[in-house]
């Protein structure tokens, strides 16, 4: 019988290494040369899109160019040596920046929509969230994210680590 | 200047301290995040010759509520020469977004924001361009009337679209409205009044005569009363039966306006929502919209047909039994009227944790559900994988929860309830201690009967109490309610009609797009200047990638939505001009979601004229090559499909929309994607059937399959909104642009399976 083929056979994702991808910095962004089949090309800025977001920072980033087309997949950004996993991470950083809270002050719930009062790393943020219970996001059972009427993102990436308080006045929407 | 944001005098000084005057910037624009993304204030100012960015804080000194000052702390300023300004525009990221530029060749960040800073951000690209690009911008007013911002108190309303501030919303106004809309149901809700106060009337008298009446009337000697004995009895069985009589009729009456209170406001909103344009659905969730007709109308109704009288009926007993307590001894009375609201309080703080525990436990009930649901939808997909043990797994978990919810209630209730009544117990022990001792005594006159009243009207008490407690809640849920009732009811639909619209004799069907610009959400461009003409009768074809913005044309020719910029021409008419009835009679359209009402097949296709005849279902049904597997259902034409029915095949549903397309007998024609769910087979018979059907009517044709288009009489391509090609399928060819590519590569990939067009 024939030995059936795998999957990674049948389709070949692109990995970038640091033989054919060269990333540097340019005007504050992430820049990349890359060499495809001996010829060097310089595709200007990239954009970084992390594929799984919510379980791994560093692996599987897709490497878009100004049109989005996908230019290779980064398998471990690590790879790249220190400096450039620095670039990567601050691009990164960039992208999928989100508040982080750390203390839930009050909630108000009227007509329909949820006003806000909480405490990220720099201090006090008011926010409105519609729909409160569709606006939470769990990403596991210990980490979620709050969506509001803006479309802006707030994290609370343990409600075990919440105070007693703050939990409460969550607890009802979860 | 343009001032897209706020500009102060605090921020006129921080542009003059890096040398510039107020005077030379012409846009200005702030954010709220600095360059490495934090909370910050970032202004940003474009002069002729420059563009200056300053980072920093806003600094308040002096007391809240007087004169204050305002000071902008400089952490970081960047000047950029506008000539080498490039490409400048706005990157929305995650949670975040940037401003960014091509400036000399580099790429570089300007500035960046939270995205509730992103509107001002468009906006400011829009004018920016002004004098970077040195071109002219046309001020368009829209673009500053921000409607985000409540005129009143200055405070962003929670939803732009619906446009109420909590906090100033006029609530005496609000009120007085709530009232206006329960005069409709003034008869029933009297009516209903009346019943509660015989009812709280007679529920007075019977502690009464059962106690005070019997004990120091009937059996004291020294009473004229004395002995009565059958007298008292009789009338405490008369008041027992008039009440239940009085309960009854109430009952009877309720129940029979109940219906019709609920029917009226559900047809209220529902008609309300009908009215309103679809871009009112768009910005809301149609799950929300559902919950609204069905809860918003039963709370309003539960809240006037029975909270109000009820409410009515309970102070009004509260104040009979009151002034009732202070006539037979003031003394005790005065002491009860301190000693029971103060218990009742208690007793309420404890149902306040009851109410959060239900909470709970109705989350996760619906956990719970969406579990089980999801799962038996996907019953198929879980046997498929055998994931039958992850799925119990998973509703395991889900029902736990639920257990631990249901129980912690359970407890509570078996804890709090007897908690709780044995604290309204004491009240009433203390009532009884004191009105003793007062007995015992003889102080103030007080006899033994009428303490036993005394005690009867504080046990009736209790009731009110708690129903004076539950109201609250009651009433904030039925503001809520009717807020959003109004909030339907005062919705403008952004499509209107013209009052008095052009009628057209005869719609020949010449389609014309003037410079027709169009964006569902302010400063995203969908649709950016297209113009095309289609003769009548003749047929077009509009080829572009997913998202460039093809069925968005077909929307504004539907006049689903209006143009923003540009005009749509039928017959030399701006559609604006034309009354609703008479576009929508005249376009027809097939597209790519297809939505069946629940009803037979029948009715589906009649959807488009009610009264068309058999033979015109069933030619409809040949054309669309519907009829060929409608037949061959047991129930024919007549089988009920659409939510718990007949599941019908995705190219099935498609066929039977188009059939009702094709019923509409339209002067236009709109197919967007019409036959893109269907098999090559189905979609080359319908194909020929459709080109009959277009001949001699105007058909705009959207395809993906460009195969589908090849007999169009003209093409036009999108991309990215803008029309870089238009013409006919030989030219474009030559001209070797977009479409040649398209083309070519669609070409390609059906040789490679083996399929020659």
């Not at chain 1, 049948?10 to 040369?33: H, Q, R, V, W």
């Not at chain 2, 996760?364 to 994931?387: P, T």
């Not at chain 2, 119990?392 to 209630?409: E, G, I, K, W």
């Not at chain 2, 003889?442 to 009736?460: E, H, P």
Request: with cysteine; aromatic share 10%.
């Amino acid at each position: 019988m024939e030995e059936k083929t795998k999957i990674s056979e049948i389709i070949k994702i692109e990995y970038l290494t640091p033989s054919d991808a060269e990333f540097s910095e340019n005007g504050g962004m992430i820049t990349m040369k890359l060499t495809k089949d001996g010829e060097t090309k310089d595709v200007g800025r990239v954009f970084l899109h992390r594929c799984f977001p919510h379980e791994t920072e560093d692996g599987f980033i897709s490497v878009l160019d100004r049109d989005g087309n996908e230019l290779g997949l980064i398998r471990d950004a690590g790879d790249f040596g220190e400096e450039v996993k620095a670039l990567i991470e601050r691009e990164l950083g960039r992208r999928y920046r989100v508040f982080i809270i750390k203390k839930i002050k009050s909630v108000n719930e009227k007509y329909g929509y949820s006003y806000w009062k909480a405490e990220d790393e720099s201090g006090e943020l008011e926010f409105t969230v519609q729909d409160t219970y569709r606006s939470i996001t769990k990403i596991d059972d210990d980490r979620i994210y709050i969506s509001d009427i803006d479309g802006n993102r707030y994290e609370i990436p343990s409600l075990s680590a919440l105070d007693r308080k703050s939990f409460k006045r969550i607890e009802l929407f979860l | 200047m343009i001032q897209i944001s706020k500009f102060g005098g605090h921020i006129a000084r921080a542009f003059e301290s890096v040398g510039v005057a107020a005077g030379d910037i012409e846009v200005f624009c702030a954010t709220d995040l600095d360059s490495s993304f934090m909370r910050a204030d970032t202004l940003i100012a474009v002069t002729a010759e420059k563009t200056y960015v300053l980072e920093g804080v806003v600094t308040v000194s002096g007391r809240p509520g007087r004169e204050v000052t305002k000071e902008f702390a400089i952490k970081a300023s960047h000047e950029y020469d506008n000539d080498k300004i490039k490409d400048l525009a706005v990157e929305e990221l995650v949670s975040t977004a940037m401003l960014t530029c091509s400036f000399d060749g580099e790429p570089k960040i300007i500035a960046c924001m939270t995205k509730n800073s992103l509107r001002d951000a468009r906006i400011f690209v829009k004018y920016a361009a002004g004098p970077i690009e040195k071109k002219e911008v046309k001020i368009d007013d829209e673009d500053f009337k921000d409607e985000r911002f409540c005129p009143k108190c200055g405070r962003r309303y929670p939803d732009p679209e619906r446009k109420i501030c909590p906090r100033c919303m006029e609530k005496s106004k609000f009120y007085k409205r709530l009232f206006e809309f329960s005069k409709a149901y003034k008869k029933q809700m009297l009516t209903v009044l009346i019943c509660l106060a015989a009812l709280s009337a007679l529920g007075v008298i019977a502690p009464y005569v059962s106690t005070s009446f019997f004990y120091d009337k009937v059996l004291t000697p020294e009473s004229k009363w004395y002995g009565q004995l059958l007298f008292v009895l009789a009338l405490v069985v008369l008041l027992k039966l008039a009440s239940l009589l009085v309960n009854a009729v109430t009952g009877i009456i309720s129940a029979r306006v109940s219906g019709k209170v609920t029917y009226d406001l559900k047809k209220t909103i529902f008609s309300s929502i009908e009215r309103l344009s679809l871009s009112f659905f768009t910005a809301r969730q149609t799950g929300g919209l559902m919950n609204q007709i069905n809860n918003d109308s039963n709370t309003i109704y539960w809240f006037f047909c029975m909270g109000v009288p009820a409410f009515l009926k309970n102070s009004v007993q509260m104040i009979a039994v009151f002034v009732i307590m202070f006539i037979m001894d003031p003394v005790l009375a005065a002491f009860s009227a301190v000693i029971i609201p103060l218990f009742a309080y208690i007793v309420y703080r404890i149902f306040k944790k009851m109410t959060s525990l239900h909470a709970k436990t109705y989350a996760s009930s619906r956990a719970l559900n969406s579990a089980l649901s999801d799962n038996l939808a996907g019953f198929r997909v879980v046997k498929a994988f055998s994931r039958e043990k992850e799925e119990t797994a998973r509703f395991d978990r889900a029902s736990y929860r639920l257990a631990r919810d249901s129980r912690n209630v359970t407890f509570f209730n078996n804890t709090a309830f007897p908690f709780a009544s044995f604290i309204m117990f004491l009240s009433n022990i203390i009532v009884w201690g004191v009105g003793g001792w007062m007995v015992i005594t003889g102080k103030s006159g007080m006899t033994y009967g009428t303490l036993m009243a005394f005690l009867a009207y504080v046990a009736l008490m209790n009731e009110p109490m708690y129903m004076l407690v539950d109201m609250v809640y009651w009433f904030s849920d039925c503001t809520n309610a009717a807020q959003r009732l109004f909030e339907i009811a005062d919705a403008e639909p952004d499509v209107r009609e013209r009052e008095d619209p052009v009628r057209l004799t005869e719609m020949k069907g010449h389609v014309e797009f003037k410079d027709v610009e169009f964006s569902y959400i302010k400063g995203k461009k969908v649709i950016d200047g297209v113009s095309f003409e289609v003769d009548a009768g003749r047929c077009i074809g509009i080829v572009g990638h997913s998202g460039a913005g093809k069925s968005t044309i077909a929307n504004l020719l539907m006049r689903l939505y209006d143009t923003d910029a540009g005009q749509i021409l039928i017959d030399g008419v701006n559609i604006k001009d034309l009354s609703f009835d008479e576009l929508r009679k005249n376009i027809g359209i097939v597209s790519q979601e297809t939505y069946l009402f629940v009803g037979t097949i029948a009715e589906n296709i009649r959807y488009a004229r009610s009264d068309a005849t058999f033979e015109d279902v069933v030619a409809a049904a040949k054309i669309a090559g519907a009829h060929e597997f409608i037949v061959k259902l047991p129930d024919g034409y007549d089988t009920k499909i659409g939510f718990g029915y007949k599941d019908l095949s995705g190219g099935e549903k498609q066929r039977i929309s188009i059939a009702r397309a094709v019923l509409l007998d339209p002067k236009i024609l709109i197919l967007d994607e019409a036959t893109a769910a269907m098999d090559t087979q189905t979609e080359r018979k319908i194909q020929h059937a459709l080109r009959l059907l277009s001949k001699g009517r105007t058909t705009i044709m959207i395809a993906h399959r460009l195969s589908t288009l090849r007999d169009a009489d003209k093409l036009i391509v999108l991309e990215n909104g803008k029309m870089p090609e238009s013409g006919t399928h030989d030219e474009l060819i030559h001209k070797k642009g977009i479409y040649y590519d398209l083309y070519r590569l669609q070409l390609e990939a059906l040789k490679n399976i083996g399929v020659e067009e």
